[in-house]
């Protein structure tokens, strides 16, 4: 807002915050300082205020200084609350500061923020499991391929079982119905005609802890009563388990969850289960799974 002041002298009177007081100055006070003064009222003055005809005359005859004033004003959020310059026969008043809002742009770019952010956050912790959730052996329930039900397939060394592989002797593979299983339909003997072992290689994070468990029982059908394995990592055996087929029949086997953990050296770790029962009635394992003990 520009507010223009006329005044006779170029030594302009002093403005005290945003009130303007300045009067017409004659050449040095008398007639003529008498004569500017009433010659133009006050800002705040009498709206009604006449001049006299020497005032008139005193101001005609007055070189005139045009001034223009800026006064603050409103402007809008974080802005000053001004000021306006009264009108003759208006009362000063001053402009109320408006509320501060938020624009819908600024709103949209913090949202935006806090939603990077939180993604930024799902996407790490997702690409861990995603990693993590690789180290779960394939297939831990047995179920590829799926065998003819109530039937007994028997795979040799270097032959493989769905993901897995059997690394020595021979292992069995039974089918739907042959007896009861942990988990899914299938199930493995670790003794097929001789002591067998199988194993699987899957990624793992270098110094990230693992927990193993899997669901262990015995073949019912033959001797011993104690049926004996072991669990190796990497070549090394981490737990000899045993179960006793007591009292246990096809369709109540009985089945423990057995664990065990350890600690990966590096992106890949083989885990082997093998049976060391010296029979053709070995230990009996499914659900077979591998998870990581913390996420880092």
């Given at each position: 807002?520009?507010?223009?002041l006329q005044h006779a002298d170029p030594t302009f009177s002093r403005l005290h915050g945003s009130t303007v007081r300045g009067a017409p100055i004659g050449d040095g006070g008398g007639a003529g300082a008498a004569a500017g003064r009433s010659a133009r009222p006050d800002v705040h003055g009498d709206p009604n205020a006449t001049s006299s005809p020497a005032a008139s005359t005193s101001t005609a005859t007055t070189a005139a200084t045009t001034h223009h004033l800026r006064f603050p004003c409103d402007r809008g959020p974080g802005?000053?609350?001004g000021t306006r310059l009264s009108e003759?026969?208006?009362?000063?008043?001053s402009l109320p500061r408006p509320r501060w809002r938020p624009s819908r742009r600024r709103i949209a770019i913090t949202v935006g923020a806090i939603l990077a952010l939180v993604a930024t956050s799902v996407i790490v912790r997702a690409g861990l499991?995603?990693?993590s959730t690789r180290a779960t052996p394939v297939d831990g329930g047995f179920e590829t391929p799926q065998i003819p039900s109530y039937t007994t397939a028997t795979v040799a060394a270097g032959q493989s079982v769905g993901a897995w592989t059997v690394t020595q002797g021979n292992v069995d593979l039974l089918g739907s119905g042959f007896w009861s299983a942990a988990e899914g339909t299938q199930s493995v003997d670790l003794g097929g005609l001789v002591?067998?072992?199988?194993?699987?290689?899957?990624?793992t994070i270098p110094g990230q802890t693992y927990m193993v468990e899997f669901a262990l029982a015995g073949n019912p059908d033959g001797p011993p009563s104690v049926k004996a394995g072991r669990a190796s990592v990497n070549g090394q055996?981490?737990?000899?388990?045993?179960?006793?087929?007591?009292?246990m029949?096809?369709?109540?086997?009985?089945?423990?969850?057995?664990?065990?953990?350890?600690?990966?050296s590096g992106t890949q770790t083989t885990i082997e289960f093998a049976s060391t029962s010296g029979t053709a009635w070995g230990p009996v394992i499914d659900d077979v799974s591998v998870a990581p003990v913390s996420l880092r």
């Open positions: 807002m520009i507010a223009t802005g000053s609350t003759p026969g208006r009362e000063k008043r499991l995603t990693h002591n067998g072992a199988i194993a699987q290689t899957f990624s055996p981490v737990m000899d388990f045993t179960s006793d087929i007591t009292g029949s096809r369709s109540n086997m009985g089945y423990r969850k057995m664990r065990f953990s350890f600690t990966s």
